[in-house]
């Protein structure tokens, strides 16, 4: 696999220096000046590519080009945005960025309720609270028939929490869901979430997933021409969030995903993080099962916490077998020599040393250099156990 990390442009307050020192060779990152929509120029695109060579490093992800609602909405009939999407897609292959991560989530991108989430020992993470966010729906937002989407039980522990919930807090918890986080391509008010989700009101699951396959059909033989991977992102989390479908969630969602169009050029991003929250994820199977058609991995781990709530944890903590997964990872991509996989730690822990420091949520520099060095490591045993393994077969 290949060590890459993420890095939001100029304006990062991790810089593609620290990148450097960190060990990764290759950046992920994207134009995020740009609506969804609009043409990415590849002036611009070619311009930041020379300041990430410029450091030693190379543009190895495009993560994301914005994906339009009207897309979601539309499928193949939102012809406009469709057409600029691809056009973007062939400026960064001209440029040699030949692997695009995109989301196929209905106006919200992921989302958390708690952004310094205490854990004891370890610094503080990133949380979503199932109470907080029913507390959200059902109290601050008040969408309309939204108790019908909740149990009973997660009802009246919202009820209890938010009659005890002070005005700071109720501010703080709007914010962390709605304000927009890295990565987002847009934050909302109350009133344009609540418009927003009128507008997805008569899309099913099955009505998402066929707009994706519509989609898909148009834009995986341009990928293929290109020489270009896609790489859809799951959901986050990968479940439904304000009575909206998700179709990015389960091994049924990537079966479905891969067969819409069969070609090498139509491929996933496993990040074990997003799918992990669901207990009925078998990552390490899903690592072996769609292996051939991971162009592109997230690595980070999430402890799952009972009603749909979860945290971050460490990379090798948690809820998800991570070393069965890197196994997995590693079988794939010897069954095609030539590849490896790019592969990025995934949000990281806010330690002591940053906590006064502007930084991303989830997006430290200590906390994703931990991250790594886990990762590093485990991937070097599991190479040291192979090659032991192999030269006591050779001696016997």
């Known amino acids: 696999m290949k060590e890459t990390w993420r890095w939001f442009g100029p304006t990062d307050p991790v810089t593609l220096t620290h990148i450097k020192q ?10 995020h000046d740009y609506a969804p929509g609009e043409v990415w120029p590849l002036r611009d695109i070619t311009a930041l ?47 040699g960025v030949q692997t695009i991560c995109y989301n196929f989530m209905p106006l919200l991108d992921w989302t958390r309720t708690d952004l310094r989430f205490e854990i004891e020992g370890q610094g503080q993470a990133l949380r979503f609270d199932m109470v907080d966010f029913v507390v959200f729906d059902v109290h601050i937002l008040a969408r309309p028939n939204a ?30 869901i709605i304000a927009g986080l890295p990565g987002s391509a847009k934050g909302f008010t109350r009133a344009d979430l609540l418009a927003g989700i009128e507008s997805f009101a008569s899309l099913s699951h099955r009505d ?43 091994a049924q969602d990537l079966a479905f995903i891969l067969d819409a169009v069969r070609s090498a050029a139509n ?20 690592a072996r099962r769609f292996g051939a058609h991971i162009h592109f991995a997230h690595l980070r781990n999430v402890q799952r916490e009972g009603d749909g709530s979860f945290h971050e944890a460490a990379a090798l903590g948690g809820s998800t077998d991570m070393i069965a997964v890197l196994a997995a990872l590693r079988a794939a991509e010897q069954g095609q020599p030539a590849r490896a996989i790019p592969m990025r730690p995934d949000h990281g822990h806010l330690l002591a040393f940053e906590q ?19 990762l590093r490591g485990a991937l070097a045993a599991l190479d040291h156990s192979d090659t032991g393994s192999k030269h006591a077969r050779q001696v016997q």
């Open 267 to 286: 491929g996933l991003t496993l990040c074990t993080g997003s799918l992990g929250a669901r207990a009925d994820n078998d990552l390490p199977d899903m």
């Open 49 to 95: 590519q020379a300041r990430i060579e410029e450091a030693g490093l190379s543009w190895d992800v495009c993560e994301s080009i914005w994906m339009p609602d009207a897309i979601k909405l539309k499928g193949a009939g939102a012809t406009a945005e469709i057409a600029a999407w691809i056009e973007t897609m062939r400026n960064l292959a001209r440029a």
């Open 147 to 176: 108790q019908a989407d909740h149990a009973p039980d997660l009802l009246a522990a919202a009820q209890m929490r938010w009659g005890h919930m002070t005005k700071p807090e109720i501010a703080a918890l709007e914010a962390n």
């Open 208 to 250: 998402l997933q066929a707009n994706l396959a519509a989609f898909l059909s148009v834009v995986v033989p341009e990928a293929e021409a290109l020489g270009v991977r896609l790489a859809i992102h799951p959901d986050d989390p990968p479940f439904p969030l304000f009575g909206l479908p998700r179709c990015v969630s389960t």
């Open 356 to 374: 006064q420091q502007k930084t991303n949520p989830g997006y430290s520099y200590l906390g994703r250099l931990k991250g790594l060095a886990e």
């Open 22 to 31: 960190a060990g990764a060779s290759g950046i992920v990152t994207a134009l």
